[in-house]
């Protein structure tokens, strides 16, 4: 049985799994689906269509499920779906998608959104990211896997940060920062292979090495980015990380950050 303060508002077709906690003056309304086990705390606003997955963390205050910040939003039913095991902590404003993108803004499993950080209007969310306090993504963002973003950074719309990358703190992200790489800045240039953050993953220290290699035939060689490309696959393309950081480089539509001592 679902533990809803007495003082809690729910309206709309709202569909609690078992167990899950709704906290004093928190306002559900919509078409809202939460998972068993999750956890809703004080003042949360959750609105429009949205759907959290079991074993979640909504801390005090804040708000899922919001009209999305952009001038041509016309009020269309887009959502927000959230996975499972994910921790919001006090403050987070995760808002809905646009019909101009996707339609939905999407937080994969395991994620931790640190106190104040924002995800806009149709990001992709990957699983086990996190993001630190005040991190903000503008819209259309895509974070790839256990990448990190550190305090009061912002990313750029339709930017995307690799998996696996570190941003660093107090950084503006405006270019695409490719996987398993550091950036930082206040316009982010790139600081080398995430090598700690790779260990802590489970990475070997072959893949790391063949990694640090990938990065200096790509950023600091100053070939051509085709034939370093080349070069980077004829030595190492039977190597998943390195054919995914080379797709990530060809896919980009708003550039790569460049390494900071060519920037």
Same mark, same amino acid.
């Given at each position: 049985?679902?533990?809803?303060?007495?003082?809690?508002?729910?309206?709309?077709?709202?569909?609690?799994?078992?167990?899950?906690?709704?906290?004093?003056?928190?306002?559900?309304?919509?078409?809202?689906?939460?998972?068993?086990?999750?956890?809703?705390?004080?003042?949360?606003?959750?609105?429009?269509?949205?759907?959290?997955?079991?074993?979640?963390?909504?801390?005090?205050?804040?708000?899922?499920?919001?009209?999305?910040?952009?001038?041509?939003?016309?009020?269309?039913?887009?959502?927000?779906?959230?996975?499972?095991?994910?921790?919001?902590?006090?403050?987070?404003?995760?808002?809905?998608?646009?019909?101009?993108?996707?339609?939905?803004?999407?937080?994969?499993?395991?994620?931790?959104?640190?106190?104040?950080?924002?995800? $806009?209007?149709?990001?992709?969310?990957?699983?086990?990211?996190?993001?630190?306090?005040?991190?903000?993504?503008?819209?259309?963002?895509?974070?790839?896997?256990?990448?990190?973003?550190?305090?009061?950074?912002?990313?750029?719309?339709?930017?995307?940060?690799?998996?696996?990358?570190? /941003?660093?703190?107090?950084?503006?992200?405006?270019?695409?920062?490719?996987?398993?790489?550091? $950036?930082?800045?206040?316009? $982010?240039?790139?600081?080398?292979?995430?090598?700690?953050?790779?260990?802590?993953?489970?990475?070997?220290?072959?893949?790391?090495?063949?990694?640090?290699?990938?990065?200096?035939?790509?950023?600091?060689?100053?070939?051509?980015?085709?034939?370093?490309? $080349?070069?980077?696959?004829?030595?190492?393309?039977?190597?998943?990380?390195?054919?995914?950081? /080379?797709?990530?480089?060809?896919?980009?539509?708003?550039?790569?950050?460049?390494?900071?001592?060519?920037?």
């Amino acid at each position: 049985m679902s533990k809803v303060h007495p003082t809690a508002i729910i309206k709309g077709e709202v569909e609690l799994g078992e167990e899950v906690e709704v906290g004093p003056y928190t306002v559900i309304e919509g078409k809202v689906i939460i998972g068993d086990g999750t956890k809703i705390g004080a003042r949360v606003s959750i609105k429009g269509k949205v759907s959290i997955g079991s074993n979640c963390e909504v801390h005090d205050g804040a708000i899922l499920g919001d009209e999305p910040q952009h001038l041509k939003y016309a009020g269309e039913e887009s959502e927000v779906i959230v996975g499972n095991n994910v921790i919001i902590r006090e403050y987070v404003t995760i808002h809905r998608g646009t019909a101009i993108d996707k339609m939905k803004t999407v937080i994969e499993d395991g994620v931790m959104l640190m106190a104040y950080s924002h995800v $806009a209007h149709d990001c992709i969310v990957r699983r086990g990211v996190i993001m630190a306090n005040c991190a903000t993504l503008g819209g259309h963002v895509e974070v790839g896997e256990y990448a990190f973003i550190g305090g009061l950074s912002a990313v750029h719309q339709w930017a995307r940060v690799g998996a696996y990358a570190m /941003v660093g703190g107090l950084s503006g992200v405006s270019l695409d920062i490719p996987p398993y790489v550091r $950036a930082s800045g206040q316009h $982010a240039h790139l600081y080398g292979i995430n090598t700690i953050g790779l260990e802590r993953r489970g990475f070997s220290k072959e893949t790391i090495a063949i990694l640090k290699r990938a990065y200096r035939i790509l950023f600091r060689s100053g070939m051509l980015k085709e034939d370093a490309i $080349a070069l980077l696959l004829s030595e190492y393309g039977d190597h998943k990380e390195v054919r995914n950081l /080379v797709e990530f480089i060809r896919t980009s539509k708003r550039g790569v950050a460049r390494d900071a001592g060519r920037g």
